[in-house]
């Protein structure tokens, strides 16, 4: 029940074009949903961030789509660049278990110019 | 206004050797997250820490792992007796002591090479 399912594991798209990525959970009691943006070497850096009574939220080229009912959550990277180019985690937060995030296993995304 | 800073950035040990991981959390959080990345997987919970206090231990491997996070001073997670195994990348994120103590915000890691 912990589980945070993230698909796919690597995506290839040209530049301009939209990066889907999908994640999935069963524990109804997450309420907070954030992507972060990884760099080899680097460190998960915070990109976006939605609760479960939000159905939408954008920011720049990046929006999270949220569908409570199917418990999935998706981020869509618009007018993708070769700069976007890193490995995305989706995570979920149980308050109740003290704030610690369960990530998903990662996307590898390559933007081709 | 510095981040989470973690030192040192790459570690190598012997087998059965110690490890001491550090992590200096953003100016004024007194939260701190311990999360282990193995190559090519996701980040994986370990400990919860506020000053002075254990929250939650329930991702800590039973045996050979410990953690503190001292009133002053930074953050220590300590792996003794290191194996192959604890090969990974070490990773401290911190949050603020507010409502918005579910922004984790990460430092470089720390990796850890076990030889």
């Known amino acids: 029940q912990q589980q945070v399912k993230q698909s796919p594991q690597s995506l290839i798209v040209q530049k301009g074009g939209i990066s889907i990525i999908n994640c999935a959970y069963e524990?109804?009691?997450?309420?907070?949903f954030p992507w972060y943006q990884q760099f080899p070497g680097k460190g998960p850096a915070l990109l976006i961030a939605i609760r479960p009574d939000v159905s939408e939220k954008k920011e720049g080229r990046f929006t999270i789509s949220f569908n409570k009912s199917a418990k999935q959550f998706s981020l869509h990277i618009m007018d993708s660049q070769p700069g976007d180019s890193a490995t995305y985690f989706c995570?979920?937060?149980?308050?109740?278990?003290?704030?610690?995030?369960?990530f998903g296993g990662g996307t590898r995304v390559l933007v081709k110019p | 206004n510095a981040g989470v800073m973690q030192n040192p950035r790459h570690l190598v040990r012997r087998r059965g050797q110690e490890a001491r991981l550090r992590c200096s959390p953003m100016?004024?959080?007194?939260?701190v997250y311990w999360y282990r990345q193995l190559p090519e997987e996701g980040l994986k919970f370990m400990v919860y820490l506020q000053k002075e206090n254990i929250i939650d231990e329930s991702g800590m491997p039973k045996e050979r792992f410990s953690a503190e996070f001292p009133k002053e001073g930074p953050s220590i997670l300590r792996i003794q007796q290191v194996v192959r195994g604890d090969s990974a990348a070490y990773f401290c994120a911190s949050s603020p002591s507010s409502q918005s103590a579910h922004e984790q915000y990460f430092g470089p890691g720390t990796r850890l090479t076990v030889t």
């Open positions: 100016k004024g959080h007194s939260h």
């Open positions: 995570a979920a937060r149980l308050k109740a278990a003290g704030n610690k995030l369960t």
């Open positions: 524990n109804t009691a997450f309420d907070y």
